[in-house]
């Protein structure tokens, strides 16, 4: 019974997300191609999107609660550091993010038809197996850090799907941040794998997902011999917290 329940459930989501998607396609279309200004473009077009979580996951009874979101001022912006998950992350998380943010994001996701125009509208997209692509995404990471947008980050790369709390990270979030003297602020995710559990074909089950942003850590005055310490440091203190949470 639990299984089929799981399945029905797949099916009501794929079905509550494809109906949304495409009333929120619409002005996320006129945004993108009648906005000159990108930051303001990309507020509006963030607008848009949270209206449409809001109402998608309210459809699929999956409530979001976030805490932290204070540490954000308004003066700065930040390298936001999340943990990922499941396919679910990017929706919930980009949404919470207050002001106006970008998403470094797949570049295959951005091929789907309708959900693509919405998809790469707030990313920067990034086809890892090209050097060109990496090289490109490069440059808009650090017109969006110029811009005083806040650039969204999955350190560890790919989809955890391990009994571990976190993945090994990858230097490129950490790197970014002292190259271009941002703060950090790490960020947790917790609940979307029960949403979608990984092994698990067309199957869901609906459930609370929660959203802890961590006080900003600063990186004045660090260098790239830094890096490694730095990544470390996000690492144990985002693990310790993971656990003390769960």
């Not at 990309?42 to 809001?54: D, E, G, P, V």
């Not at 001022?73 to 002001?99: C, G, M, R, W």
Request: aromatic share 10%; glycine share 4%; net charge positive.
């Amino acid at each position: 019974m639990k299984k089929i329940l799981g399945h029905l459930y797949a099916f009501w989501l794929l079905i509550c997300f494809a109906l949304t998607l495409i009333l929120v396609a619409i002005p996320t279309a006129i945004c993108q191609y009648t906005m000159k200004n990108e930051v303001k473009k990309t507020a509006a077009i963030l607008r848009w999107y949270r209206i449409w979580m809001k109402i998608l996951m309210t459809l699929v009874f999956c409530r979001i609660t976030v805490k932290g979101r204070a540490y954000f001022q308004k003066e700065q912006n930040y390298i936001v550091t999340v943990n990922h998950n499941a396919l679910f992350d990017i929706l919930v998380s980009t949404p919470s993010v207050p002001f106006a943010s970008k998403t470094l994001a797949k570049a295959e996701l951005a091929k789907i038809p309708i959900f693509g125009l919405v998809y790469r509208s707030g990313s920067i997209l990034v086809d890892r197996k090209s050097a060109k692509s990496r090289a490109n995404s490069m440059k808009e990471m650090k017109n969006t850090l110029n811009q005083g947008m806040h650039l969204i980050l999955y350190p560890e790369g790919t989809r955890n799907k391990t009994s571990a709390p976190l993945k090994s990270f990858h230097d490129g979030a950490f790197s970014m941040a002292i190259a271009h003297q941002k703060p950090i602020i790490p960020a947790l995710l917790f609940n979307t794998r029960k949403i979608l559990p990984p092994g698990k074909k067309f199957f869901a089950v609906p459930h609370t997902v929660e959203m802890h942003f961590l006080p900003p850590i600063p990186v004045e005055g660090l260098t790239s011999k830094d890096v490694p310490k730095l990544k470390e440091k996000v690492f144990k203190l985002m693990t310790l917290y993971y656990k003390k949470t769960m």
